[in-house]
T-cell receptor
Framework: KQEVTQIPAALSVPEGENLVLNCSFT??????LQWFRQDPGKGLTSLLL?????REQTSGRLNASLDKSSGRSTLYIAASQPGDSATYLC????????????FGTGTLLAVQP | EAGVAQSPRYKIIEKRQSVAFWCNPI?????LYWYQQILGQGPKLLIQFQNNGVVDDSQLPKDRFSAERLKGVDSTLKIQPAKLEDSAVYLC??????????FGPGTRLTVL
């Protein structure tokens, strides 16, 4: 069964701190892995997409890594800001043609000013 | 470019009633997805359309849920009759070939 787990479920940090969100998946035959951000009352916004042949992707203060062999991905957020407060979802993609996303349960992040 | 539109944004119904949600994807996106997100969980795919054909509906509770995408553009998702456990946010997403999925704001359904 294809399952995605995210740890921690919730995280509260002071502004300026660097932090790491974790994602693990049971089936390593993934096509891609994607990190999303979800704000209350809004849809999902794609942050980073890592192809299975890649080890990491970077966008601004965000860096995502992928280790297929161990079934793990991490999202690193540098110098966190209150505006980073949101739920972060990890999704694995199996099958390039259908682009089917299997989501984790998310990490609720609160960055305190 | 306009994003994925969904309506209504909120809906409250009694159990055993019927409800319908509407989604308008980004122009030109052939693939459309409906997801169910229960509070505290990640979104779960209900159904995927390619143009107006169904690609994957393996997790759609077909005894009460139905979806259609007439003319390969707009889509509706219907629940009849609703149960308490159907309370969730229903998300619509669309995608072009070899691109990421773009999500709408969702419809929050409360079943009393």
């Amino acid at each position: 069964k294809q399952e995605v787990t995210q740890i921690p479920a919730a995280l509260s940090v002071p502004e300026g701190e660097n932090l790491v969100l974790n994602c693990s998946f049971t089936d390593s035959a993934i096509y891609n892995l994607q990190w999303f951000r979800q704000d209350p009352g809004k849809g999902l916004t794609s942050l980073l997409l890592i192809q299975s042949s890649q080890r990491e992707q970077t966008s601004g203060r965000l860096n995502a890594s992928l280790d297929k062999s161990s079934g793990r991905s991490t999202l690193y957020i540098a110098a966190s800001q209150p505006g980073d407060s949101a739920t972060y979802l990890c999704a694995v993609i199996y099958g390039g043609a259908t682009n089917k996303l299997i989501f984790g349960t998310g990490t609720l992040l609160a960055v305190q000013p | 470019e306009a994003g994925v539109a969904q309506s209504p944004r909120y809906k409250i119904i009694e159990k055993r009633q019927s409800v319908a949600f509407w989604c308008n994807p980004i122009s030109g996106h052939a693939t459309l997805y409906w997801y169910q997100q229960i509070l505290g969980q990640g979104p779960k795919l209900l159904i995927q359309f390619q143009n107006n054909g169904v690609v994957d509906d393996s997790q759609l509770p077909k005894d009460r849920f139905s979806a259609e995408r007439l003319k390969g553009v707009d889509s509706t998702l219907k629940i009849q009759p609703a149960k308490l456990e159907d309370s969730a946010v229903y998300l619509c997403a669309s995608r072009q070939v070899k691109d990421t999925q773009y999500f709408g704001p969702g419809t929050r359904l409360t079943v009393l």
